[in-house]
């Protein structure tokens, strides 16, 4: 029997576990699929003893034995310097070193793809998994490879995509429209459009994405480049994405890779806590608060000594309700850095994953997560706080959930969150719970491939 020949494309080392994950889950259901890897330079020097022992072939693997030391990745291209000298690189006296940083990134890819091809013609592969169509690396490589040789690509689901508002308003990266008449250099205005009031690359990028074939319509939006298909979690996406300029041909709505443990996990709930309650001495007779503890300075938006103040008053807030407390620590987060808050609020740090526990959940706690969703799913009542001006807006569609920008607020928000009757049903049908919460996650990506090997 031909098998289906699989090469997922790993570029960012965030992504890695999740794109791991899905190819064991595939091969689970389906042995005549083979999955190949292709690791960046930068993800094996990371999980360098992680790659030593892949559980899939990689077919760049000898390249990355060579590396000795980090490489500089080609997002330098597109840093954005002071306020002054990005000025300055607006006028005719930066016009030849924007046509030089254009030729440098345009021969990288070029060289990039005489390299990758070659590696790629071992092999007769049938679909690329990429983490998406707007990146820099070596993504629009692939993107060109997959068209040159007519190999699909596929977008999977693997976390919430920045929307335009979050991109402009937390990337250093984006780069604004010139608007001055005189002394501004010819190169940028040839390269504007009159569409756009941002951009979201610098227009050296922008060009050679350009000439090399693959730059995106509308990079803002995932999904709206040289990619064929995208994956997403609900029809309230799939709805958002099309507005955005996505096909609609394109989305293929198939539920989250997490969806499905959790799902068998809510299905026995009631075993599950008892097993819960039992293992981390629980009071049986008390609900069960989980709070997700926000990374404020592990992604720096704030230093560490805001950041334990800000922990202190979530957990004192959340300690007072007398409930049991559970808390979920992101894979960031040093276990043993947060050790000592067992014993100073009475809480219990939680060695599973949040997916295996969160559906026993009386109360979750986050701030603005994907985790949220998957409360709702669960029927668990659940707060968002945000007291650090992130003010996002990609869960304002969910109804069930409170939102908490003051802290004089919170505790009896909390209170009346845990205690109050709600109904899920508006928010279900948005997150498309009775198509994509069933445990056949897995299923449909397997349905998507065969459909788009055999056409």
């Known amino acids: 029997m031909k098998k289906t020949n699989l ?7 965030q992504r890695v576990p999740d794109q791991l994950y899905l190819a064991n889950e595939i091969i689970k259901i389906r042995s005549d699929f083979q999955i190949y890897f292709y690791v960046s330079q930068d993800i094996f020097l990371k999980y360098k003893d992680l790659v030593s022992t892949f559980p899939f072939p990689i077919i760049n693997k000898k390249e990355c034995n060579k590396i000795s030391e980090k490489i500089e990745k080609p997002s330098k291209f597109k840093r954005m310097l002071n306020l002054f000298v990005e000025f300055i690189k607006t006028t005719p006296l930066y016009t030849q070193k924007l046509i030089i940083e254009e030729s440098k990134y345009f021969d990288y890819l070029n060289n990039c793809f005489n390299k ?32 040159v040789k007519g190999i699909k690509t596929v977008i999977p689901y693997l976390v919430d995509y920045s929307d335009k508002e979050r991109i402009l308003q937390t990337s250093p990266n984006i780069t ?51 990619s064929d298909f995208l994956c997403l979690n609900n029809n309230h996406a799939k709805d958002k994405y099309i507005t955005r300029g996505v096909f609609e041909n ?63 008053f979530l957990l004192s807030n959340i300690c007072k309700l007398d409930q ?15 050790e000592f808050i067992e014993n100073k609020y009475g809480c219990k740090i939680f060695n599973e994953r949040l997916r295996e526990n969160i559906a026993i959940a009386d109360l979750f706690v986050a701030t603005f997560s994907s985790t949220i969703i998957w409360s709702v799913l669960c029927e668990v009542n659940s707060v968002v706080v945000d007291f650090y001006g992130l003010n996002y807006k990609m869960y304002d569609f969910l109804k069930s959930v409170k939102v908490v920008f003051q802290k004089k607020e919170l505790l009896n928000a909390l209170k009346f969150t845990l205690e109050q009757k709600i109904d899920f049903t508006e928010d279900w049908t948005k997150l498309s719970r ?15 491939i065969d459909e788009v090997v055999k056409s």
């Open 434 to 448: 009775k198509e994509v919460f069933d445990g056949q996650t897995i299923q449909r990506y397997i349905d998507l």
């Open 250 to 312: 394109k989305i293929k709505v198939v539920g989250d890779v997490s969806y499905d443990d959790i799902y068998f996990q809510y299905n026995k709930r009631s075993e599950v806590k008892k097993l819960i309650l039992k293992k981390y001495k629980l009071d049986i007779n008390k609900k069960i608060v989980i709070v997700s503890l926000p990374q404020l300075a592990e992604h720096g938006i704030l230093d560490w000594e805001s950041h334990w103040e800000e922990i202190d």
């Open 324 to 338: 049991n407390v559970l808390v979920s620590l992101h894979p960031k987060m040093d276990k043993n850095a947060y």
């Open 7 to 13: 090469l997922f494309v790993a570029l960012n080392y």
């Open 116 to 147: 990758i091809n070659s590696e790629i013609n071992e092999y007769r592969f049938d679909l690329f998994f990429i983490n998406g169509d707007r990146h820099l690396r070596e993504e629009p490589v692939f993107l060109k490879i997959s068209k």
């Open 176 to 226: 604004k429209r010139v608007r001055r008449k005189v002394f501004v250099s010819s190169y940028i205005w040839s390269s504007q459009t009159k569409k756009d009031e941002d951009y979201y690359y610098t227009h050296p990028i922008s060009n050679a994405l350009k000439k090399f074939g693959v730059l995106s319509e509308n990079p803002f939006a995932m999904g709206a480049g040289q």
